[in-house]
Each structure stands twice: as structure tokens, then as C-alpha cells.
């Protein structure tokens, strides 16, 4: 990447086994995160150097972090990626419980449950929590031991709220990684996070790093063609030529991770309204449309008044080979989506502007369809868009990463809402 601009890094925070914390003199509140080239297994029972590690862990981490604050409402301390080896994020006190989550049985979890055949499919996910302690080898700790310790990171208790936060976090950020794994024909097994406490804002957020230490990847769902640290672990004899195996796989999923950034498929919204008095109306679809990455075009056509001019706008976005979800805006005599769906293998969603004098009658031109026509009704326009995404992703990962995030956002802002009113209320 480009040279990175000068900063002036302050006393060192913390060093662990694989990165460096440092404070950043003129920027308060944020640290400079440093990785190493050290690769370790079993509390460092094994260590060895490994060229090149922390640029590999560094660029993963970072092109995680990118892609779950893209997708929106996953709080992160990351803030920017600043070289080839180190990001910046925001300064954290660390709640020492790793959370891992488990999509497949294999590895730790088979020696404390035997009898589980390793491939177990978990639906819904395994979750685990680790106290970190390296004397005692990380003991599995339940929610009651986390919630007895009454853990106080930059002065936060850690209470039941946010445990609870941390727990559906970590499956929301478990999914949105093992959808964007998918697209690569590479299943995520597992995963271990760690959350800190924000120190300026006193918020819980996704901290530490996410990188190839991190997970369990399996490409083609085979164990046998695994590139993640669990190949280091199973080395028998420690060798240059073994050690240059353990970086290649490294390596690939670095190369692999930028591509998780990239939407696989292309889609869109086109909304046809029936008279620009419907404008405000159809803007904001648009609008929502946008807080899901897809791109959405507003046009004019009266399926009464001009049949002929809507069938070919509907034909000029079926020539192309675009996924495209058209959403008919018409009220009255709703005859523009019924006309729409009725020419088109395409979905098509009505949407109608209600009016206060008739809005109640004239929905039910839009709900009451002819036999053969599939046509949706939603009266909401950012609700319309939000059905619009529901679809596109079912092939788009970035556009279903958003709508995942977005419930957990929604999950994590009724808690908190909870959890102030119960305060206020004492």
C-alpha cells in the first residue's frame, strides 16, 4: 500500500504473543495495533518466526474488519488500516473471554464431548466462551461464571446486557463472515473473538484482530485441503519447508479475503411511478435502496395511459442480464403492477401512496390481483426496499451482510433502550 503518513507513537500499551499495542500521542483515544511475524500454538507452547506473518495477518484483519463495517451496525474499534503491518483503532480495555462459535464439530470440542462424530453440523450455531488465562490453559467459563466476575473495563460493568450483545454479536458476525467465506467455496468452521470496551465512549465493540489465528477454514468443506493455523499446530517436526507450506496457506487466504469486499452478483431496483406527483414517495425507496449498496432507477409510465411505453421500459431492463426487482408506484386504480407482473418472470412489488380521502379503498387495487399474477404489496417505501434486498440477497453476500447487520443493530438498539428505561426506573 501507499507510505503511510508519520505518527507519533506514544508508550507501548501491551505486546502479546502475535502484536503490539501502542498509544498515539496526538490522537487520544486511539492506539496503533502492531503485528508480528511470530506464529504460535498452544499458549506458545510452540513459537517460531514466520516472514512476512504481520503484513498477511495485518491485511487480513484489516479487509474483515472493512467488511463488517461496511455491512453497518457492527460496532468495531477499527478504524483504518495505516501500513502494511499495523491499523489504527480506537482504545480499548479488553473483557478476557474469547467467544467462539462453532458451525462444524472438530478440534477441542470432540475431546470434551466425546461420543460427537467430528462434521456435526450445528444449526443453530455452538456457542463457547474461554476465560483467558495462558497458567490454566483457557478454561471454558458459562455465562453465570462471566456474569459472578463482574468484569469493569473503562469503568463499564459487565452485566446481563451486555452479555447478551456480545453473544448475538458474535453469531451475527459468525454469519456475515461465513456468507462472504461462501462465495469463495470455503466453509467457516469456526471462530474465537474478543470484545473491548471503547474508553472514550464506554461502548462494547469487536476488538482485538480477526485474522488467519482466528478460524477454521475449510475449502470445499474438505479438512484435508484446511489453510488455517491449524495447520501449524499439526506439524509434526517443525522445518524451513514446512514453515514455507504454513505461509502459503497463509497467504492465500489474504489473497482470498479482499475478494469478500466484492459483490458476486449485480442487481437492482427500478421503480416505476405512475404520475412525479408520487416523487417524495419514490424517493424514498431510492433512499433505502442505498443503505443496502443497490443501485435503484426512478421512472414515469401509466400502465392506463400508456401500456405500450410500460411494457417496453420493462423490456429494456430485461435485455440486459440484470437481476432487477421492479417496484410499481402507483395509487387509485393500481393497474401498473398487475400490468407489470403480469408481462415480466421478474418480481414486481406494489407499493402505493396512500392518500388520507381514499388511501383505505384504493389499497385494495393493489392487494385484490387477477388469478396468475404474483405481484407482492407492501405499503411502507423503505419496507419495499428492504424486500427489494431480501431478494438480491439471496445471491448478493454484501447485500445480505447488510440486512444481517441491520437486524442485529435493530436487536442491540431495543436492548439498550431496555436496559436505560430499567435504569431510569429504579
Not at 447478551?164 to 473473538?193: G, H, P, Y
Not at 410500460?310 to 440484470?322: N, S, W
Not at 434486498?389 to 431496555?418: F, I, P
Request: a neutral charge; one cysteine or more.
Amino acid at each position: 500500500m501507499a507510505s503511510a503518513p508519520e505518527l507519533k507513537i506514544g508508550q507501548k500499551l501491551n505486546e502479546g504473543k502475535t502484536k503490539q499495542i501502542f498509544a498515539l500521542v496526538d490522537q487520544p483515544g486511539l492506539v496503533l495495533v502492531q503485528s508480528k511475524d511470530q506464529i504460535t500454538a498452544g499458549n506458545a507452547a510452540r513459537k517460531d518466526q514466520m516472514e512476512g506473518k504481520a503484513a498477511i495477518a495485518n491485511k487480513t484483519t484489516s479487509c474483515v474488519f472493512k467488511l463488517l463495517q461496511e455491512s453497518g451496525g457492527i460496532r468495531t474499534a477499527f478504524v483504518k488500516q495505516h501500513s502494511d503491518t499495523a491499523f489504527i483503532a480506537a482504545q480499548c480495555e479488553m473483557i478476557p473471554i474469547e467467544w467462539v462459535c462453532r458451525r462444524v464439530a472438530t478440534g477441542s470440542f470432540l475431546k470434551r464431548n466425546p461420543g460427537v462424530k467430528e462434521g456435526y453440523r450445528f444449526t443453530p450455531l455452538k456457542m463457547e466462551m474461554f476465560f483467558k488465562d495462558d497458567a490454566n490453559n483457557d478454561p471454558q467459563w458459562s455465562e453465570e461464571q462471566l456474569l459472578a466476575a463482574k468484569f469493569s473495563p473503562a469503568g463499564l460493568t459487565i452485566g446481563r446486557c451486555e452479555v447478551d450483545i456480545m453473544s448475538r454479536s458474535t453469531v451475527a458476525i459468525f454469519e456475515i463472515l461465513e456468507k462472504a467465506w461462501a462465495t469463495q467455496n470455503c466453509t467457516l468452521v469456526d471462530m474465537k473473538i474478543e470484545f473491548g470496551v471503547d474508553v472514550k465512549t464506554r461502548e462494547v465493540v469487536l476488538a482485538d484482530v480477526i485474522d488467519n489465528d482466528s478460524w477454521r477454514l475449510w475449502p470445499s468443506g474438505d479438512r484435508s485441503q484446511q489453510k488455517d493455523k491449524q495447520v501449524y499446530r499439526d506439524l509434526k517436526e517443525v522445518t524451513p519447508e514446512a514453515m514455507q507450506m504454513v505461509k502459503r496457506n497463509f497467504e492465500w487466504v489474504s489473497e482470498r479475503v479482499e475478494l469478500l469486499l466484492e459483490s458476486q452478483a449485480r442487481g437492482r431496483v427500478v421503480v416505476l411511478m405512475g404520475s412525479t406527483s408520487d416523487m417524495a414517495h419514490c424517493e424514498k425507496i431510492r433512499k433505502a435502496c442505498g443503505s443496502f449498496g443497490i443501485p435503484c432507477t426512478l421512472r414515469v409510465t401509466s400502465a392506463h395511459k400508456g401500456p405500450d411505453e410500460t411494457l417496453r421500459i420493462k423490456a429494456e431492463y430485461e435485455g440486459d442480464g440484470v437481476a432487477t426487482i421492479f417496484v410499481a408506484v402507483a395509487g387509485r386504480s393500481n393497474g401498473l403492477g398487475p400490468v407489470m407482473s403480469g408481462n415480466t418472470a421478474y418480481p414486481v412489488i406494489n407499493c402505493p401512496p396512500l392518500t388520507p380521502d381514499w388511501g383505505a379503498q384504493d389499497v385494495w387495487s393493489s392487494l385484490r390481483m387477477p388469478s396468475g399474477l404474483g405481484c407482492s404489496t407492501v405499503l411502507s417505501p423503505e419496507a419495499a426496499a428492504q424486500f427489494a434486498a431480501q431478494v438480491l440477497g439471496l445471491t448478493d453476500h454484501r447485500v445480505w451482510c447488510k440486512l444481517r447487520a441491520s437486524m442485529l443493530n435493530t436487536w442491540v438498539s431495543l436492548k439498550l433502550a431496555d436496559q436505560k428505561l430499567q435504569a431510569c426506573s429504579l
